[in-house]
């Protein structure tokens, strides 16, 4: 596996070795002893969620105020555009975005620590999103950063406006967000 950290170096994408022949292809989506050697993190994952979304869907920007996730990616058909942002008040990169496109064409994950928050925007017809996270969802801790906001600058790929939940249209300013100390 090749590990590359992104304009924020907590954020990391993750290159799978792949095997593929005239059958297809195999590659270990996830293997503890192996991510642990080559980034040092030596994480328990204790859920995996899958969702679909179509062309245009932007899901973010979400985090855990409490019992905050860790997220591991990826994209498993289509392609995304995803993205995290710093949401820690105490580190320099506070405030910050980076972004990388994950597709299954690809096969690339992206590892989106404790205190960040993450989106995505599809950017094919449609696209099926894995991601194991290392504590539970608890809904009333779900806090989200609007998409948007000019003080983060997130410059998303869209071509026209994007399709968002209520809870997404409603997202608080990062200067009025609930975020991490």
């Known amino acids: 596996m090749k590990v590359t950290p992104t304009a924020l170096p907590e954020v990391l994408v993750i290159e799978p070795q792949v095997f593929g022949d005239a059958r297809g292809f195999f590659f270990e ?6 991510l642990r050697s080559a980034t040092g993190l030596d994480l328990e994952f204790v859920q995996d969620n899958h969702s ?19 997220k591991l990616v990826r994209c498993i058909a289509g392609e995304v555009f995803d993205v995290a942002v710093d949401l820690r008040r105490s580190s320099p990169a506070f405030g910050k975005w980076t972004g990388v496109t994950l597709s299954a064409e690809n096969k690339h994950m992206a590892w989106i620590p404790p205190g960040f928050g993450h989106g995505f925007l599809v950017l094919s017809e449609f696209a ?14 779900e806090r989200s950063v609007a998409w948007n906001d000019p003080d983060i600058g997130i ?4 071509a026209g406006e994007p399709i968002l939940s209520a809870k997404d249209q409603t ?7 609930e975020i991490f100390a």
Not at 52 to 67: F, T
Not at 131 to 139: C, E, G, I
Not at 155 to 158: D, E, T
């Open 29 to 34: 989506s996830f293997n503890r002893r192996a």
């Open 52 to 70: 679909r979304s179509g062309r245009n869907v932007l899901r973010g920007l979400h985090y855990q105020i409490r019992q905050p996730q860790g």
């Open 128 to 141: 099926e999103f894995l991601y194991k996270t290392t504590d539970y969802y608890a809904p009333e801790h």
């Open 155 to 158: 410059a998303w790929p869209l």
């Open 171 to 177: 997202a608080a300013r990062l200067h009025d967000a």
